[in-house]
């Protein structure tokens, strides 16, 4: 029922896309597409808190680690900071020799110009011009008609050829944009394009990129993949072109959006790590790429620590990840329901490692993702982790965080069903102790010392490794940080904390403290807990007893002994 504040009829559906042979439904994607990252550009643009120099860098270095090759890295025409970043990249030589940056200008001359000014000295790039070519964008914004704004377009693209001629040493590759592609007719998107590539004249051999955006998601993603191969039929020279998609998500179906592209022609796709981006964010590249993985793809990126990709992203950007995000939150590869874990059980005893992946309600094998099978499974009873929970509380001051009751609740479960009943608070203290706390063997802390400057703290910590005595030391933002980065600097691990609490246990001269840490260890996920008299003491005999169960920690004797050497 239509309302004066809820009114469907204000709004019509999109106009369906005739004059083109649809093939794309027959079609499977059956090899990953070009990936270029918007992260640092369209990304940042779209944050309450803009980026930080340093933060820029750690998204940078995470971006190049995980093998992608074309990063759109700012708008250094219109921001000083992107300017600047511009500069660094290619002073500081932080450029790989395979991977192109892509810059974000608008088709003003001015603009052109200080771009190709940031850029002097890259070896390669993608210089990439943009318009709007929309009906709204022509009749409400501009006031042009048809030729006008293709006039833009072409002046742009001119402008971009003969600026690039000023600096012969980089290999340049043009990109251009007809903005809002999803709300333009989409013979006129072909007529523009046709346009600037007569004035680019890329062959074959150099091909120019045409990228369709859905910069606002007016319709399903059926229709913007009759759009792209609509698109890929009428456009002159096709073979002399990249089609790339930047699909937007106001609808929800950005990632489906540019899959479906995909099956329609496009060669490129142009997205973020966890979807960032304006109003609802950019297409995911995380999750299309694990969608191309689950279907016998091989995406062509290292997504096997998504651990580290959640922490830097959820760091550099201040959004946190949602618990049910696509193929990596915390919470998709659990099963609550008991006939869920039941089927999970029977095919994971089935299950061989000479066969293909088919496990009941698993699509893929989260091993796979740096995910352990004692999440996969957890009891969610009464009598399950809640109950375990309040005894240890109630007897002993312990409070658990919710990722150590999911690993432990299995541990109690085993063990009533050995016991054959009832377990007391006693056995159940016993259990996280003997499983959680490791903290002396094989590598024990002996002593630290602490020293502050500004927001940093050095650490110099001594250890004792199976009777042998070392000293590390390390810098960071807080004690604990410190401490990964000195066995990180001694051992080379990539070590990354996942999740961390503490609390207070006792009152007056009894007062001690409770530290739980779980770390991500080259790639594996492992607990670790710790009592001491403060919390900071607490905290490092936790990061401690994690290494230890991780079975990493003798590698601090072993990089002693390389030392020696």
Known sequence: MASAHFNH????????????????????????????????????????????????QRLWHLLVKLGIKEIEIGFPSASQPDYDFTRWLIEENQIPDDVRVQVLVQAREELIAKTFEALKGVKQAVVHVYNSTSRIQRERVFGMDRDAIKSIAVQGAGWVKEYAEKYPDTDWTFQYSPESFTSTEVDYAVEVCDAVMAVWQPTPEKRCILNLPTTVEVGPPNHFADQVEYFCQHLNNRDSAIISVHTHNDRGGAVASAELALMAGADRVEGTLLGNGERTGNMDIVTLAINLYSQGVDPQLDLSNPDEIIQ???????????????????????????????????????????????????????????RD????????????????????ERDFGISIPRWLQLELAPLVQKKSEEQGGELDSQVIHDLLIKHFVQDTSPVSLEGYRIERSGDNETLSADIQVEGESLSIAGKGKGAMAAFINAWQTRTGLAIHVVDYAEHAMGEGSDVAAAAYVQLNVDGQRVSGMAVDADTVSASLKAVVSGLNRSGQATQLTDSAARQQA
């Open 9 to 56: 009829r204000k709004y019509q559906p999109v106009e369906p896309v005739t004059g083109f042979t649809r093939t794309w439904p027959d079609r499977r994607v059956t090899e990953a597409p070009i990936w270029a990252s918007v992260d640092l550009r369209d990304g940042n643009q779209a944050l309450l808190e803009p980026m930080n120099v340093a933060q820029k």
């Open 312 to 370: 830097t992203c959820t760091e550099c950007t201040g959004l946190p990840i949602h618990p049910r995000h696509p193929w990596i939150g915390e919470l998709v590869y659990t099963a609550f329901s008991g006939s869920h874990q039941d089927a999970i059980r029977k095919s994971l005893k089935q299950q061989h490692e000479d066969e293909p992946w088919q496990v009941a309600y698993l699509p893929i094998d989260p091993a796979d993702l740096g």
């Open 373 to 392: 099978y004692q999440a996969v499974i957890r009891v969610n009873s009464q009598s399950g982790k809640g109950g375990m929970t309040f005894l240890l």
